[in-house]
């Protein structure tokens, strides 16, 4: 409920045309959060261990290691989603280690953060994507495990390839550097997304 009332909040901020709050990291476990900068700006993921445990702490695993620090977003389709997380950059790498799947009820809508994989379900790695848009055809296909709760429009700028080419990008946008919120002190967290300046008194 939480995440569904910061969700309604924004979009309502947004259609109003106001400035957004800085967000409020009290109200989020810090140890189930990422920090992901990208080459536009930060994005703030927050995880689901209720839903996908394994997965979850595997990805703090490569978090914690530096594995996705540097890696491209390889395959991006405009209007459906965002893919990274292979060191070999062409969708057929990984971390080494497969996971079983773990499906739940969540659906695939825009800033939902989901593993992908060939076609055995029990064989997604490091690779993850984004969703652009919603996509309700990819449930119970595809282990759900984060959605992005701040900085979607940073996604949204992420160089894109064609549907011609399944999304394949040619000198591709990268992740600079994804944390563990809870390893990060809080004064650079509060720096992420501060709150707008005060409007400029008016003078007579």
Do not use: C
């Not at 893919?83 to 057929?92: H, L, M």
């Not at 994507?129 to 984060?146: E, P, Q, R, V």
Request: charged letters at 20%.
């Amino acid at each position: 409920m939480a995440l569904l009332r910061r969700l309604l909040l924004a979009a309502l901020l947004s259609a109003a045309g106001t400035p957004a709050l800085a967000l409020d990291w009290s109200s989020l476990d810090a140890e189930n959060v990422l920090v992901m900068q990208l080459r536009t700006g930060p994005v703030i993921i927050e995880m689901r261990p209720d839903v996908a445990p394994n997965h979850v702490a595997r990805i703090k695993q490569l978090v914690r290691a530096g594995f996705y620090d540097g890696l491209a977003f390889h395959r991006v389709i405009p209007g459906f989603m965002a893919q990274t997380g292979d060191p070999r950059g062409d969708g057929s790498g990984g971390s080494g280690q497969n996971l079983k799947a773990e499906f739940s009820n969540l659906h695939h809508m825009r800033g939902t953060v989901s593993m992908a994989r060939t076609d055995d379900e029990d064989n997604a790695d490091s690779q993850f994507f984004i969703m652009l848009n919603a996509n309700l055809s990819l449930d119970h296909k595809y282990t759900i495990w984060g959605r992005v709760i701040e900085g979607m429009e940073n996604v949204d700028q992420i160089k894109q390839g064609t549907e011609a080419a399944d999304g394949r990008v040619d000198f591709p946008d990268r992740i600079v550097w994804m944390k563990v919120a809870a390893d990060m002190p809080a004064a650079e967290r509060d720096k992420l997304f501060p709150p707008p300046a005060p409007p400029l008194a008016a003078t007579p």
